[in-house]
């Protein structure tokens, strides 16, 4: 059946944001002489929202409930200072968008980021194009893989989950996906390898954007 929506994940899938999102945590790291991590250690820290980012990033024998939530809060404040300096549209992301806004498919953004950098990212580099909704993670509000923020995007524009593909770089996009009974694609470019895609349930992988047009034909 043809598709009529897209939920987009945001980091690694819209946006570029692996080198602000590993300078601000490794900023926190070395000012509470902690060792800092390599750019590519930071794919796999990502994904599951912020507390969970700095957990992973602290020494395991650092990871008591006071020392995450003081990293944390140093992470979220240095990040709100750095947050674009190095973050950019993957190639093809704008190209994509445009085609998908000439055809009228309803187009919203779900992340497991902060709402508000959630917010303020989408303001800022894809201000172009209108999104039906944009959430990202909330207090007392459950994050991805749990399907309810993706369950609310298809009540929000009133259309079935079935209407809409799933946009995604991680096991986590795939199975929210799967849970809310949309269609999990699978983006390529992103932070995670096609291994974990494909093993996740991704029903199509993607290795450019503007790939997600046959998946509409």
């Known amino acids: 059946m043809p598709f009529k929506a897209v939920i987009f994940?945001?980091?690694?899938?819209?946006?570029?944001?692996?080198?602000?999102?590993?300078?601000?945590?490794?900023?926190?790291?070395?000012?509470?002489?902690?060792?800092?991590?390599?750019?590519?250690?930071?794919?796999?820290?990502?994904?599951?929202?912020?507390k969970m980012l700095i957990t992973?990033?602290?020494?395991?024998?650092?990871?008591?409930?006071?020392?995450?939530?003081?990293?944390?809060?140093?992470l979220i404040k240095d990040y709100g200072q750095n947050w674009k300096i190095n973050?950019?549209?993957?190639?093809?992301?704008?190209?994509?968008?445009d085609v998908l806004k000439a055809?009228?498919?309803?187009?919203?953004?779900?992340?497991?980021?902060?709402?508000?950098?959630?917010?303020?990212?989408?303001?800022?580099?894809?201000?172009?194009?209108?999104?039906?909704?944009?959430?990202?993670?909330?207090?007392?509000?459950?994050?991805?893989p749990d399907p309810a923020g993706a369950i609310k995007i298809a009540r929000q524009i009133?259309?079935?989950?079935?209407?809409?593909?799933?946009?995604?770089?991680?096991a986590i996009d795939m199975k929210t996906a799967i849970a809310a009974g949309m269609f999990p694609v699978g983006a390529l470019w992103g932070f995670r390898p096609l291994k974990e895609l494909q093993e996740s349930g991704a029903g199509a992988l993607i290795k450019k954007p503007i790939e997600i047009l046959n998946l509409l034909d």
């Open 9 to 50: 994940d945001l980091d690694g899938t819209l946006l570029d944001t692996l080198e602000d999102i590993a300078g601000a945590t490794n900023r926190v790291l070395k000012e509470k002489s902690f060792p800092a991590h390599k750019l590519d250690a930071y794919r796999y820290f990502v994904g599951d929202g912020s």
């Open 56 to 74: 992973r990033a602290l020494p395991e024998d650092k990871r008591n409930e006071d020392t995450v939530l003081t990293c944390f809060k140093m």
């Open 87 to 97: 973050t950019k549209p993957y190639e093809g992301i704008t190209e994509m968008l």
């Open 103 to 144: 055809r009228g498919l309803k187009m919203s953004v779900l992340s497991n980021k902060p709402h508000e950098f959630t917010k303020r990212c989408v303001t800022e580099f894809l201000s172009n194009w209108s999104f039906d909704v944009v959430l990202g993670q909330r207090d007392k509000f459950p994050r991805k």
């Open 158 to 170: 009133d259309m079935l989950p079935s209407d809409f593909l799933f946009l995604g770089d991680t």
